[in-house]
């Protein structure tokens, strides 16, 4: 599947959302990183337990 930035950022914001209403999960930190230098949706998600 391909989606554009916008929709990468869309669909992960809702990830997010989605494990933090979780109540095995304490917090939910999403990490972009900046200065891709590919047109790929790099991410890190990092769960508090």
Request: glycine share 2%.
């Amino acid at each position: 599947m391909k989606v554009n930035a916008l929709q990468a950022t869309s669909v992960l914001e809702k990830l997010k959302r989605n494990l933090a209403a979780n109540s095995n999960i304490q917090s939910v930190f999403l990490l972009q990183p900046e200065g891709a230098t590919d047109n790929k949706t790099d991410f890190n998600i990092i769960m508090v337990l």
